[in-house]
């Protein structure tokens, strides 16, 4: 299954599907090293030793007050990972409005690759946070918006190209923890880190062999009508209700990544005979999981399509998402530390995202104008700053609950992205008039 019918829109396509793959990689490996980097190793030193270390530890316990070890590295992770999605709108109004979005993705490559080399060198641990931080911004926000400007306005393959584009994203998020976690754990964290820099020179790599395609800088001309025109399938009410659902849900979600990994090290501890399965490979399940589950939404829908039944609209796959993450973090508060409990969670948390972020991505890029798609593209990327923040705040919260009161909370969270999703349905459903990621996968 292929997004057009055009060999040239389908080739330029599938190099921006693998250089996301390649960048999510390279993003997902370090990051999934990153909270157990911080507890196991760094905090385990003398914070002095890295550049700027101790200042940003002072900085943020003069917010939070004295944090334990375990807590200030759920901060620090938190402030990382949502300081990569505050930046996504600059980095997206870079695209549109300055270098263009070609030269914006060049640029986020080689700050990120910079980046990752810093966190190698181990004190200079802050300064290459700070670098894929600035590098992301330029990066993920017009990589997205590329995959949009290639089909028009109210063209249904934008969904199912997003929905094959979240699949190869995942390849990523899947082989990027297994490779650095296992280099982390064989050979040392220089070497996980070492392959995040190597992933994303080969991003750089296959994106500057793509075929050339709209880069949205010329679509800027303010003698160009066609850059003031808004698409016609969609409208900004749902782009923000689309938004609100996917931001809650996401402060659920994000905790994958950040005290999940811990709570698996710690309570689960999972093994395969003497073999002791590194903790950051279950963000390798995670994306593994995702790209499973896409294939198998867009099956059913297909199916349906088939038997000429009724395809589910956007709001109720937000509905439904959300419900599934409900679910996820229930499954976690009442199974107890077993591996299948945490794999349970896992694939009832990711049908949650597979569900969510193709729908509400779609409503974001259908509703945007052409000569701001990428800013737009940012917007839509704010909901992983709220969440990231929460999920630090929360996760510093690990050590004075409960499991299954902590797991509990998060549910909370996503039953509070419920309904929020079922009080906006109708106005989403109503002036949204385009069909949902797996309804445009079937259609194909």
């Known amino acids: 299954m292929t997004p057009s019918a055009s060999p040239a829109l389908d080739r330029r396509f ?37 550049v700027g270390l101790t200042s940003l530890r002072a900085a943020v316990e003069g917010v939070t007050g004295p944090l334990t070890p375990l807590a200030f590295a759920s901060q620090l992770y938190g402030l990382y990972a949502a300081l990569t999605y505050l930046v996504l709108p600059v980095g997206g109004w870079i695209g549109d409005r300055w270098i263009g979005r070609r030269g914006a993705v060049i640029a986020g490559a080689l700050l990120i690759g910079g980046g990752h080399l810093c966190l190698g060198i181990e004190r200079w641990l802050v300064p290459g946070l700070a670098l894929v931080i600035l590098g992301t911004g330029a990066m993920k926000a017009n990589l997205s918006a590329q995959v949009g400007a290639l089909f028009p306005p109210g063209d249904a393959r934008r969904e199912r190209a997003l929905a094959i584009y979240l699949a190869f994203l995942n390849v990523g998020v899947m082989l990027g923890p297994l490779v650095s976690g296992w280099l982390a754990q064989r050979w040392g964290w220089r070497y996980g880190f070492g ?44 782009a923000v209700a689309a938004i609100l659902v996917t ?19 710690r309570a689960v501890q999972p093994r395969i005979g003497d073999f002791a399965v590194p903790a950051a490979w279950f963000v390798a399940a995670d994306g593994l999981f995702t790209i ?10 297909r199916w349906r399509a088939r038997r000429g039944l009724a395809m589910w609209s956007a709001g109720w796959s937000l509905m439904a998402g959300c419900a599934a993450m409900v679910a996820g973090y229930g499954v976690l508060a009442i199974g107890g530390a077993h591996v299948g409990t945490a794999l349970a969670a896992l694939i009832l948390l990711d049908l949650g995202v597979v569900l969510v972020w193709p729908a509400a991505l779609g409503i974001v890029t ?3 104008t052409s000569g701001r798609a990428g800013m737009m ?17 929360i996760g510093g919260w ?8 902590f797991w509990l909370l998060h549910a909370a969270i996503a039953g509070g992205a419920l309904l929020l999703a079922g009080a906006t349905r109708h106005i989403i459903d109503q002036q949204v008039t385009h069909s949902t990621p797996a309804a445009a996968a079937a259609a194909a």
């Open 247 to 265: 931001i809650l849900a996401f402060c659920a979600y994000e905790q994958v990544s950040n005290l999940f990994l811990v709570w698996v090290d």
């Open 195 to 238: 392959a995040a820099a190597v992933a994303i020179g080969v991003a750089l790599l296959v994106y500057l062999r793509a075929p050339p395609g709209p880069d949205g800088q010329a679509q800027l001309r303010p003698n160009n009508p066609a850059a003031t025109q808004p698409r016609q399938d969609g409208s900004m009410a749902a």
């Open 292 to 301: 499973l589950l896409v294939i198998a939404v867009a099956a059913i829908g």
């Open 14 to 50: 599938l190099h921006l599907a693998l250089t996301e793959t390649a960048e999510r990689f390279s993003l997902h490996g370090m990051k999934a090293l990153l909270t157990l980097y911080l507890v196991n190793h760094v905090l385990a030193q003398n914070p002095a030793d890295y």
């Open 398 to 405: 690990y050590e004075t609950m409960s499991p299954s009161a």
């Open 377 to 393: 593209v940012g917007m839509f990327f704010l909901h992983g700053f709220v969440a990231n923040l929460v999920v630090g705040r």
């Open 366 to 368: 259908g509703a945007a």
